[in-house]
């Protein structure tokens, strides 16, 4: 058996994300139209009959957006924390009562052969989580929407097999952008959104401590591109010692459809499948 890893969509546009085995596949979130997230599963092979839950990192639009019509057209399980259920009840629409499921952020759960740890985030959103997904022997993780570099959710990804890790924005070029003031202020602040610099911070000590493929996700489409979070992250892992390609896989999810589909197994690295 191995775990799939897929990012179908990872920006400020909108996310999902694609986990399972052959028994058990999920999302994580689903911020755009139902269409476009079930077109580019298709791409992976995968149909949103098979999906046994959607599970949610926090309320915003961008993670959300699509949950409500894919629950109703599947009758999917929506899992969330309990702050974030309060935040986004009134966002999706109708959701059957059988399909509502809170979790304590923290707390383990199961959905079929997925073990699941929700952990929490800094970010400015009600109860936000990240999550980490262990199946096959082998982890993946997602740590977005993340305004700090903290010991407390880097203690909860390391070790695991690949990692979507955000790299939102390159500080200088927020900072010259067209933003309004107080946006930029939101997304350099704590609660807000990881730049390239601390993605390469984070990666360098995620590295240390046995991560061993990273994917730089939520790329913002104004203050951001692909090569420049590439490079900088690679910069700040070759001064720390570590040789993308070498010591760690490196690339970056595309915000405008599906990324690699990775697979991993009991002492397997992390390889592209598709």
Not at 183 to 189: D, Q
Request: charged fraction near 25%.
């Amino acid at each position: 058996m191995q775990l799939q890893f897929c990012p179908l969509f990872s920006g400020s546009g909108g996310n999902a994300v694609y986990v399972g085995t052959d028994n058990t596949k999920i999302l994580i979130d689903a911020g755009l139209s139902g269409a476009k997230i079930t077109a580019e599963m298709e791409k992976i092979g995968v149909r949103p009959s098979e999906l046994r839950a959607i599970l949610v990192t926090h309320e915003h639009a961008d993670h959300i957006g699509g949950v409500g019509v894919l629950s109703r057209r599947y009758h999917l399980p929506v899992y969330a924390s309990l702050g974030t259920w309060a935040a986004m009840s009134g966002k999706l629409g109708m959701i059957d009562a059988g399909c509502r499921i809170e979790f304590e952020t923290g707390e383990d759960f199961s959905i079929g052969d997925l073990d699941i740890r929700p952990f929490p985030i800094p970010h400015d959103a009600a109860d936000p989580v990240g999550y980490a997904v262990s199946a096959a022997g082998a982890m993946a993780a997602i740590a977005t929407d993340i305004g700090a570099v903290r010991e407390s959710w880097l203690r909860e990804v390391e070790n695991a097999d690949i990692l979507l890790l955000e790299a939102n924005h390159d500080v200088d070029t927020l900072k010259a952008g067209r933003y309004p003031y107080e946006l930029k202020r939101r997304i350099l602040g704590s609660r807000g959104h990881l730049s390239n610099d601390d993605a390469g911070a984070a990666a360098a000590e995620l590295v240390r401590r046995g991560v061993r493929s990273i994917v730089l996700g939520h790329l913002s489409g104004e203050n951001n591109f692909p090569e420049l979070a590439y490079a900088s992250v690679a910069c700040v892992l070759e001064e720390a010692g570590f040789r993308p390609g070498r010591d760690v896989m490196l690339s970056v999810a595309r915000r405008d459809g599906r990324s690699e589909l990775f697979s991993l197994g009991e002492g397997d690295d992390a390889h592209a499948v598709g």
